[in-house]
């Protein structure tokens, strides 16, 4: 059963009497995380299927369904890096704007958010630690495979919107990366600025945008994201506003998804900077 079926048994009132701050959490938490369905007193039990009955239940919730995400991840990494592994480093290496090592390491070296990346048929190491989040993980495996042959960026700059395929990432983009950069600095242009070299970010001086600041931010050698930052303009009651471009021919280094995810990234970064 799918949490959307199971909220159709509890009040959808969010009363939080099951622990939870929500009856559709609480709904993940049971069908996705083996969480206990009679800790909701206003669900009848004998509505419930065979599923929620005797088997042992209670003991992760969402932590089962985070398990559960964090080893759909984990499985993603292993099948990008066996993809990876049949890649040729010293041919694909120019293409995607990395440098390779020499036949000793075979390794790819590049740099991603202001850190400096090894990536080797063994694994990924970033700033000489290996790389822990898995996500981190999958988009550069998944860089690496992807963008093999692809032509340099024209930096020609639209927006998420005029990329195929893309409606049901444009609010994924702008909650999770535009509206947080542009809430964590608002009223504070400066200290965006200060911040940005440390993600190679370059600020554009002579860009004919009407913006606070404009930077262009190699999140990947081919990767580039043009990002302009209006600041908040109290007296016309303006709030701070981000709006994130992408080069015309990106889908020929990552797929939209992955892209998503690296200007996610790239806003928590910024954001980690700044504190």
């Not at 909220?7 to 996705?32: D, M, Q, S, W």
């Not at 996500?135 to 093999?148: C, E, K, P, S």
């Not at 965006?192 to 070299?197: E, Q």
């Not at 930077?215 to 990002?227: A, W």
Request: with cysteine.
């Amino acid at each position: 059963m799918q949490p959307l079926e199971f909220i159709k048994f509890t009040p959808r009132t969010n009363c939080g009497e099951c622990g939870y701050a929500a009856c559709l959490a609480f709904a993940a938490a049971v069908t996705k995380g083996g969480e206990d369905p009679v800790k909701c007193p206003y669900i009848d039990q004998s509505l419930l299927g065979e599923e929620f009955g005797a088997q042992e239940r209670g003991k992760d919730g969402l932590r089962g369904v985070a398990k559960l995400l964090d080893e759909k991840d984990l499985a993603l990494v292993a099948h990008l890096k066996d993809k990876t592994s049949g890649i040729d480093f010293s041919s694909v290496a120019e293409s995607i704007g990395c440098e390779w090592s020499g036949p000793e390491e075979d390794t790819l070296c590049f740099r991603f958010l202001g850190q400096d990346v090894e990536l080797s048929h063994k694994g990924i190491l970033i700033d000489g630690n290996e790389a822990e989040d898995p996500r981190d993980q999958i988009l550069l495996y998944n860089y690496v495979h992807f963008g093999a042959g692809a032509r340099k960026p024209k930096q020609e700059w639209i927006g998420m919107e005029s990329l195929p395929n893309s409606i049901s990432k444009i609010r994924t983009l702008r909650v999770y990366c535009e509206e947080r950069i542009a809430s964590y600095f608002t009223g504070r242009p400066d200290l965006l600025k200060r911040c940005a070299p440390l993600l190679d970010a370059v600020l554009q001086e002579d860009s004919e945008q009407s913006c606070t600041a404009a930077f262009l931010v190699p999140v990947l050698p081919r990767l580039p994201l043009f990002v302009l930052f209006w600041d908040e303009e109290q007296e016309d009651h303006f709030p701070a506003k981000v709006k994130v471009l992408f080069d015309q021919d990106v889908l020929a280094f990552l797929d939209i998804e992955s892209l998503v995810f690296a200007s996610e990234r790239m806003a928590e970064r910024w954001l980690k900077l700044g504190s």
